[in-house]
């Protein structure tokens, strides 16, 4: 039986491989016989390579994450639960590779199919020698049998509803300022530039940047869009990740199942999910690892009866490292939180305090080891490892690096926590339930485990996880509600037990049905306003052409994406050789040629020139030296940052007149274009 069931799934691995790569060289090869054609017969094409290539990446990350944890020798007890934690850890690995790849200047595209090629090469083969471990597909039962009863049944199909609804906005082009700015628009300058280098004046640069590798693949093998397709299939693997731990520590009964499947539409409904789902920011990249890390400890504090799993205590810190390697400001949830968990397990075993000392040392050391390419990155580039943290601790290295135009005092400011009261945090609570960010289902459901006796260990440190991660991010962060969203997935699983625990008893069964429907009607509702607002008709079914959908989305919303006529007019009327200032812009990625900019924490280039010169003609002496042909200036954020957080830094008043009085004669710059408060200038 166990060979039948291992020929099974060898033939569909490669059915589905062949299929992936036949896909991929299909949509290749035609995608140049469509130049000239219609624009609804490009669209098909466009909207069906970004999903092939998507099932290439899973599909080569699922086989490298596999032998990974063959390595580790961690066991898991359903192929869903393998899937998910494999692909989690190709994923990083993928990201690993692109960095390395950058830093020896080797972003292109064929470079690109060419890494793919050889991991097709090196892992296929292996995976079709890989026998069965036995366990079942969904269930951990072993047999094979997986319980669905009608409510699963229900709960399963309302994740796949709200999948179908958060994908239309994964068809936008990036829209949000972070996305324009570093996390699609850093690595278009890589790609751009063939190789990860180090970025001046812009502190977003320099963060650790371990999703935005995947999306330099993304850019190299698809655009964008595959790009937010990454990020989109994070959010569904961790919903699909919360399914698998309610399977191993509830049980693949009814009850396990139901569990399971009501964390997952808590967590999945939520409208920041469904936001972000749509969005190219990082944030599902992180839930994706913190959570998947804090599973991991857990399933080696709770292993199953009979099994010794230290291969869990390993992963679980590997993974700790790959969400330092997309956030570093996670350190004090994946890192400190998960340590303490450590700690307060050892103590309330009465190990000894070697033993403890032992699981921290080595969950520690793999946390650094997997984040160390970016700290070492940081290090090299800024003289700080954790740049822009602790920089008066790194500062004598740091000014030998050349980091002297980041002000490291306004950016920790600008992200200092609201309020650290008692009052405010207990507030916080209330907050995040009524606001549109979470939703109520959290405050409707947790409370239903005070009225049942006989609550399982695992929900009880789940909610120690939840208490200490709220609270951390209530007092270390600027209460941002998708800074906490890498816990929630944990604290959905609490919520999910009560809701199956109510939904067990017969009166209470149509009530908790009914609380979760109501929450995710309203829930899916707040996402179908969001993606009904973009306007994707036209560019969905192929009438309007991208260029087209961006135009028109900069004239209907007149506080997003403003600036994107200049940048078109950039792109059609600017030689190849332009170089641009930007003076209080930041959001180069729709702009096509070569511009330096500053983020609002780092001291824009002009501010410096302007600072050390005694007349206006030594500063455009200076622009004609440095080889700007164009300036392009943002005056509502320019007005907007200097209010906020003390943008641009003029030393005195004499540098701003002379930057002013660039533009007030033609004299020394000439007014090409303009739209609204964003000009842009030729120097003359």
Known sequence: MEETGWRVRSRVAVVLAAVWFAGLIVAVALDPLLVGQSLAAKRILELAAPFVMLGVILFLSLLAGRRILGCLRVQTCSSLEEAVFAIALGLGALSIIMLVLGLCGGLYTGVAYGLL???ALILVPGSLRRRS?????????????????????GLACVLGIAAFIYLPAVFSPPL?????????????????????FNVPNNVYAQFPAGMEMLYMLGLLLRGDILAKFIHFSAGALAALGIVAFSLRHFGSGAGGMKAGLASAVIFYTMPLVGFLSGWLYNDLGLVLFQFLSAAALLAY??????????????????LAGLSLSVKLSAAPLSCLVLAGIILWAGLARRR???????????????????ALPWLVKSAVYTGNPVYPFLARWFEPFTARAGQVHFDAQRFMAAHLPGGRSPGRVVGLLWELSAGKEIGPALLLFLPMLVFFRGVRPQVKAILGYGAASFVVWACATYQEPRFLLGALPLV???AGCGFARLADMRPGRYLAAGALAAVCVLN???????????GLLGLLSGTEEREEYLLSFAERHDGRLYQYPVFDYINRALPPDARILFVGENQGYYCDREFVGASPFDVNPIVTAANRSNAVGDLAAWLREEGFTHMLVNLSELSRTERTVGSLGWTNPRSRGLFIALFEEDLYTKLLFEVGPVRLYEVL
């Open 117 to 119: 090629a050889l991991g």
């Open 133 to 153: 471990s036995g366990f079942s597909p969904v269930g951990g039962t072993g047999d094979g049998r997986v319980a669905w009863d009608p409510m699963s049944i």
């Open 176 to 196: 949000n300022y972070d996305s324009l700015t570093y996390h699609i628009g850093i690595p278009k300058l890589f790609v751009h530039h063939h190789r990860v």
């Open 301 to 318: 504090l709770y292993p199953r009866p009979g099994r010794d799993e230290p291969g869990w205590l390993k992963l679980s810190g590997i």
């Open 352 to 370: 000894p305090a070697r033993a403890i000392a032992g699981e921290l040392a080595v969950f520690v050391s793999l946390c650094l080891l997997a």
């Open 492 to 494: 959905c699983l609490a």
């Open 524 to 534: 899916l509702f707040w996402a179908v306003t969001n993606a009904g607002g973009l």
